[in-house]
Structures are given as C-alpha cells and as structure tokens.
C-alpha cells in the first residue's frame, strides 16, 4: 500500500518555509526522499532509517517518527531551485535490493 | 557521472502493439526497477531484478513482462499494449549493500513517455 504525502501542492515565495508529510499504515524500516524537476529523472534527496540514521543533503532536513510511521521533510529559506515535485519512498522491512513503495508526491513551487 | 539511459523518450504504439522499453546503467549495479509514473498517482513498482535473469513482480505487473540478460540492461516488455498502459516509464538501479539492508539511493533515467493510440 502506498505511503500517503500531504499537502499534494505548496506555492511558496522565496525564503519561506515548507514541510512535507509522508504516512504509511504499516511499520516502517526507512523512508527515501526524492524531487524531480519537470522533465527530469527524481533525484536522490536523503534516506531515514529505524533506528535514527540518516544520510543524505546537507541543505535539507528530515525527521521520522517511527512509532507514528510517518516521516516529514523540511525546506527552510526555499529557493527557486527547490521546485519540484518531491516524493516519499518506504520500505516496511529490510532487503538487500531497496524495493521502494512511492507517495503520490508533493508539487512544491517557488515564486521570486 | 553515473547514468542510466532509457533508449527511448517519447513512443506512440498502436493498441495491441508489443512494445519494448530498454534501460541501461553504466554503474555496474545489482538492482534495477521498473516503475509506471501517473498523476496523482506517484510512481508505483512494475517490476524489478537484483541479478541476472532473475526478477520478481512489483505492485502493477500485469499486462507487462521484463528480461534480464546483462547485468547493465533491463527491458520492459508490453506484450499487447494497451491504451491503460499510456504513461510515463522509469527505469532505476541501485547497487545492493553487502552485509545488511540496503542504504543505497535509486538512479533514475529520465523516463520514456509512451502514448498507445
């Protein structure tokens, strides 16, 4: 089952803030984040994983709330450049292989 | 630069046509996916392959196959396309982690929007 995102879309000027939500109705072992810009390939953002490692962007921050099952993504000061669509992936147990079920997505837009 | 290439940007088939997708990654990766991108709908797992000639279903299989011959390339195949299966295709890899759970991003092409007519 697919992990539900809110809000589906946020316009934003430049220099505010932004979060992202991502709930699924099972157990949690990570949680990816991803943006794709229009016509291009979703990049990595950041992995959250059971247990409160993280890797991933230096200019983004994320949180995972295990016993919710929920993870939020946090875009302080925007910037144009962070337009996009921004998708949530979970894996409920761990494999070897990174089989992720996506969020529906959040389109975030940057106004000047 | 890591980089996995789709062969095809935009298709248009006819409906009962077989289609052939085709994904290759220079990255000498294990893992490599197959995901169906709609509105609304996010990206939702077709299929996927952690080895050669071995694949396992996703979470949308039907209607659609998949081959695994070379470690680098991964085909999706629509054996009889269908005007349901219109839509925006992503081929990803990912190396698998040794020792534990996989920690590894996803490399995704840029996609091969296909339009069944």
């Known amino acids: 089952q697919q992990p539900v995102q809110s809000p589906q879309a946020v316009i934003l000027r430049e220099g505010e803030d932004a979060v992202i939500n991502c709930s699924s109705s099972?157990?949690?072992?990570?949680v990816h984040w991803y943006r794709q810009k229009h016509g291009e390939a979703p990049v990595f953002l950041m992995i959250l994983l059971k247990g409160g490692e993280q890797k991933g962007h230096d200019k983004i921050s994320a949180s995972f709330n295990e016993k919710k099952q929920q993870s939020s993504l946090y875009l302080t000061a925007s910037q144009l450049s962070y337009s996009g669509t921004y998708f949530c992936g979970t894996e409920n147990i761990p494999t070897s292989y990174g089989k992720l079920t996506f969020g529906q997505g959040t389109i975030l837009t940057v106004h000047p | 630069d890591v980089k996995v290439t789709q062969s095809s940007r935009y298709l248009v088939k006819r409906t009962g046509e077989k289609v052939f997708l085709e994904c290759v990654q220079d990255?000498?990766?294990?893992?490599m996916f197959w995901y169906r991108q709609d509105p609304g709908l996010g990206l939702r797992l077709i299929y996927f392959?952690?080895?050669?000639?071995?694949?396992e279903k996703g979470d949308i299989p039907e209607g659609y196959s998949v081959s695994r011959e070379k470690k680098e390339r991964f085909s999706l195949i629509l054996e009889s396309a269908s005007t349901n299966q219109t839509s925006m295709y992503l081929c990803?890899?990912?190396?698998?982690?040794?020792?534990?759970?996989?920690?590894?991003?996803?490399?995704f092409g840029e996609g091969s929007r296909l339009t069944v007519l």
């Open positions: 990255m000498d990766h294990e893992n």
């Open positions: 990803a890899s990912s190396p698998r982690t040794s020792g534990g759970p996989n920690t590894g991003e996803l490399f």
């Open positions: 099972k157990a949690l072992y990570s």
């Open positions: 392959s952690y080895d050669v000639k071995m694949k």
